[in-house]
DNA sequence: AGCACACATGACGTTAACGTAAACGAAACG
DNA sequence: CGTTTCGTTTACGTTAACGTCATGTGTGCT
């Protein structure tokens, strides 16, 4: 069985942060471990939350929007108004990351172009140094 | 006729950014503006150059990794060892963004899974709501 | 008891990418 | 000629996301 609760060690050779990064996160309210005296246990909900963070984190978002980001994700028990804001901040940062996705496509194309370019100049270099 | 040179201020209100922002630039050796005297003159190269910094940035790109792709974008008098160089750069530079979209992909999907269920999850809040 | 060890809490340090303020030169305007 | 208007340099301030001590505490071995 995965163990319920984690020591603040095992969180992170699980997901490979170092304690700081977790005891930040709880300072920001992005984890909610809770106390065994003076010690941290984290609990399922807060790998589950963790996970969430580093795959933001993949994508520039600040954790100040991944924070929004979890309050969606973990919205059950949530009232029908503060769920409604939540679905709206997610719609707002799905069109932004389509539009972002859209330019990256942009950009990869270009890139891809460039490499070309500088692969057939790079062919007709080596052309004119053997000719040489 | 586009003015072939821009002083910072038409730069400024082109591209919607400060004159500390192009000092910032010029410093970093981004952008490499003329002097008339004590004042800069920003060049169609230059112009260029932003362009494709503002557009590195929109993806998090540092400024630094920019300032390599930006020797990419403008290696015609490169001498063959340092265009290989450049050329293998931006191949590592072109994975990393393709990777970064599969995941980019794979946000999306999340997201709009969640973006469904909440949706579904008000419509039942409302209907309740309605009932009651 | 003595000691290592895991964890805790400050609190200051660090990097990137500018912001902002001070202090000055040149030019254009009334 | 005085004063706005642009522009310049120098330099310190700022935010995010932690890193890195310094110092303190509870726990389990031996």
Same mark, same amino acid.
């Given at each position: @069985? &995965? =163990? &319920? #609760? @984690?020591t603040i060690r095992q969180m %992170? +050779?699980?997901?490979n942060v170092t304690p700081r990064t977790l005891r930040f996160y709880e300072a920001k309210e992005l984890l909610f471990p809770i106390r065994e005296g003076q010690k941290r246990l984290f &609990? /399922? /909900?807060d790998r589950g939350r963790l996970k969430l963070i580093l795959r933001g984190? /993949?994508?520039g978002f600040s954790l100040e929007e991944i924070r929004q980001l979890l309050d969606l994700y973990h919205a059950d028990d949530q009232q029908t108004t503060q769920l409604a804001k939540t %679905? =709206? *901040?997610g719609e707002l940062r799905l069109r932004a990351m389509q539009a972002q /996705? !859209? =330019? #990256? +496509? +942009? !950009? *990869?194309a270009d890139l891809k172009k460039q490499l070309e370019w500088g692969s057939a100049k790079l062919a007709s270099l080596r052309a004119q140094n053997v000719a040489a």
């Open positions: @069985m &995965t =163990e &319920t #609760l @984690m %992170c +050779d699980t997901f &609990t /399922r /909900r984190k /993949r994508f %679905c =709206e *901040i /996705r !859209a =330019e #990256l +496509d +942009d !950009a *990869i």
